[in-house]
C-alpha cells in the first residue's frame, strides 16, 4: 500500500499522512489520532529510505553575474530556504556552497564522498558549460534551469504555460500589439520566455513590432537606467509590455514614470516571477506569480527518487504559476 492509497481510503490528502509520520505540527489532534488509528489498522509501514542520513545534501549556488541570484530580491534565497526545510523534514542536513570561481574548477573542489546528493542552483549557468555538470559522480538536480537536451534531471519553473498566461490575460484586456522588455544578459529561462512570446503572440492573435523589442541591464536600477536613455528619443511605444521578470518591470516603470507617462493609462505592463516589491510598488505589478516553495520542495523530493532510484533520471519538472492581477495592465475596455 502506498501513501496515496492510504489517504485516499480515510480521506485525507498524503501531505497530511506524511505530517504524521513524521510527528510535525499542521494537522488538527482529530485528524492525527484518524491517521495513527489507519496506520495500526491497515498495518502500513512507509518505505525505508536509502538516502545516508549521516551524509548532507550539498547545495550549490553557482553565478557568473550575480544579477539573476543576488540582484532578484530574494527569488533564489526563497527556493534555497524551501529546499532546507523540505531537507529538514526528511532528515537530512545541507551544506551550501557559493561558487564564485568557473564551474568546472568549483565542481573540481567538492569532495563527492561526503554527500548522499547535491543540489545545483544553475540560474546563470549558460549553455556552453551545461556539459561540464555530467561530472556530478553523486546523484543531483539542477534548479531553476531546465537544461534542455541534457540527461540531468531538473526542477524549474514551466516559462512556456507561464509566458501564455500573462498574454492571454494582455488579450482579454484589449490590447492588440505587446512589445517586449528583455535582458541584455541571457539566461535559459530568459531564452525560452522569448522563445514562448514568439510562439503566443500570433496564436493568441496578437501583433508584436521588433522594433518594440528593447534590452536592459536585468536589475532594477540598471533597467531603469537604460531605459531612461532610450525615452529620449521619440518612441512610438505598444500599448501593453511583457517584461521578462519584475525586475525589469519596475525599474522601466520608474524611468517611464520619471518622462510623465502614466501607467497604465499611457501603458501598461506585464511581469514575471512576483518578487515582494511587486505587489507595493506604485502601480501595483500584475505579474506572474512562480512558486518558489513547491519549487525547492520538489527538488528535494526528485533528488531523495533519483538517489533511491536511477531510474528517476532524468527527470524534468516543470511548474506552472498563477496570473496576480494587480493595477500596471489597462482594461481597454472599461470606462
Known amino acids: 500500500m502506498t ?65 539573476f541570484v543576488e ?55 549558460t549553455r556552453e558549460d551545461y556539459d561540464i555538470l555530467g561530472n556530478i559522480p553523486i546523484p543531483f538536480i539542477v534548479v531553476d534551469n531546465t537544461m534542455p537536451n541534457y540527461h540531468y534531471s531538473s526542477v524549474c519553473m514551466n516559462n512556456f504555460e507561464n509566458v501564455y498566461m500573462a498574454l492571454k490575460y494582455c488579450r482579454d484586456c484589449g490590447h492588440t500589439e505587446i512589445g517586449y522588455l528583455g535582458s541584455n544578459s541571457s539566461v535559459e529561462n530568459f531564452s525560452e520566455r522569448y522563445s514562448a512570446f514568439c510562439q503566443y503572440i500570433p496564436e493568441l492573435g496578437l501583433r508584436f513590432d521588433p522594433k518594440n523589442e528593447f534590452r536592459v541591464t536585468p536589475t532594477m536600477f540598471g533597467a531603469y537606467n537604460d531605459f531612461l536613455a532610450l525615452l529620449e528619443y521619440d518612441l512610438d511605444l505598444p500599448s501593453c509590455f511583457f517584461a521578462e521578470n519584475d525586475t525589469i518591470a519596475l525599474g522601466v516603470i520608474k524611468a517611464m514614470k520619471e518622462k510623465g507617462y502614466k501607467i497604465p493609462r499611457d501603458v501598461s505592463i506585464i511581469g514575471f516571477d512576483d518578487i515582494p516589491y511587486a505587489s507595493i510598488s506604485s502601480p501595483a505589478l500584475t505579474t506572474v506569480h512562480v512558486q518558489r516553495d513547491i519549487i525547492g520542495r520538489q527538488a528535494v523530493i526528485q533528488l531523495l527518487q533519483l538517489i533511491n532510484d536511477a531510474r528517476f533520471t532524468p527527470m524534468k519538472t516543470r511548474i506552472t504559476g498563477k496570473l496576480i492581477i494587480r493595477d500596471s495592465v489597462k482594461d481597454m475596455s472599461a470606462k
Open 3 to 67: 501513501i496515496r492509497e492510504l489517504a485516499e481510503l480515510i480521506g485525507v490528502s498524503p501531505a497530511t499522512v506524511s505530517i504524521v509520520l513524521n510527528g510535525k505540527k499542521g494537522v488538527s489532534e482529530d485528524t492525527r489520532k484518524k491517521v495513527l488509528e489507519a496506520l495500526e489498522k491497515y498495518n502500513y509501514k512507509p518505505p525505508m529510505r536509502n538516502a545516508d542520513n549521516s551524509k548532507g545534501v550539498l547545495l550549490m549556488k553557482y553565478y557568473k553575474s550575480g544579477m
Open 71 to 125: 540582484e532578484n530580491q530574494g527569488f533564489i534565497s526563497m527556493i534555497i530556504d524551501a529546499i532546507e526545510e523540505q531537507l529538514r523534514m526528511e532528515h537530512l542536513g545541507m551544506i551550501m556552497m557559493v561558487a564564485k570561481t568557473g564551474l568546472k574548477a568549483a565542481l573540481d573542489s567538492i569532495e563527492y564522498k561526503k554527500y548522499c546528493g547535491m543540489i545545483v542552483i544553475a540560474t546563470e549557468i
